[in-house]
């Protein structure tokens, strides 16, 4: 069974999602926000190797733990996934310097999910689903045999996210989330960039931004 620790920090409360495979140890982190060193420590304090970092999209609160997480790993080479639609954003702070924030970049994507559609943690695949709308190159990771979606700032619980920030697109988000959510088994998991984790087929019924 896939193994998944949710830890949301910073002033957003953005989630930071470690998991791992536990037949060998090896792991991963979703949009490691704020705390590296933490999530660093919590890796280790389940016995599991960290390996790769990778971002759902390139708003800094999504990558602002990203320095601190190489440090501690001692890994300023660790693999960063990000689709490339979105490295410009990446490269300029993520959006946050006209916010007062200005966090370390931490390593240089390597993979870029605009080519690379499928990720693998040990015995898991994850799908790369593009998910443009709240920003170009936003994406989602569907693992099937988990019935698991991490959905960044696409959906949340009856919520969906912005598109006001620059790059945003309301008819793109709502097509997205047609076209690879609501697509999903109804019983699939959600975990959100923020807030509680929800499941495909409610917000399918109840979500009051976009309905199927």
């Known amino acids: 069974m896939l193994e998944i620790l949710s830890l949301p ?19 991963a982190v979703i949009d490691p926000a704020w705390d590296g060193a933490g999530l660093a420590d919590a890796a280790a304090g389940s016995g599991w190797t960290l390996l790769q ?13 990203a320095a601190g997480l190489a440090e ?13 639609a979105d490295l410009q954003l990446w490269q300029s702070g993520g959006g946050g310097r006209g916010l007062g924030y200005d966090p370390p970049p931490g390593p ?10 499928e990720l693998r943690l040990g015995g898991f695949t994850f799908q790369v689903r593009h998910t443009p709308g709240h920003t170009p190159g936003s994406c989602i990771f569907h693992c099937a045999a988990a019935g698991v979606l991490f959905s ?6 009856a919520g969906v996210g912005r598109t006001d920030l620059p790059g945003g697109d309301w008819d793109a988000l709502v097509a997205s989330i047609l076209r690879e959510v609501f697509s999903l088994p109804e019983g699939t998991r959600i975990l959100p960039g923020h807030g509680p984790e929800t499941r495909v087929g409610l917000e399918m019924r109840t979500n009051p931004w976009v309905r199927a």
């Not at 240089?108 to 559609?117: E, G, K, N, Y």
């Open 9 to 27: 920090s910073g002033p957003l409360s953005t989630n930071a999602y470690l998991l791992a495979d536990p037949a060998s140890g090896e792991a």
């Open 53 to 65: 970092a990778w971002y759902t999209h390139a708003h800094f609160d999504h990558f602002a733990g």
């Open 72 to 84: 501690a790993l001692g890994r300023q080479d660790l693999p960063v996934a990000l689709h490339f």
């Open 108 to 117: 240089t994507p390597s993979i870029d999910l605009a080519v690379t559609r």
């Open 152 to 157: 960044g700032d696409l959906i949340f619980q």
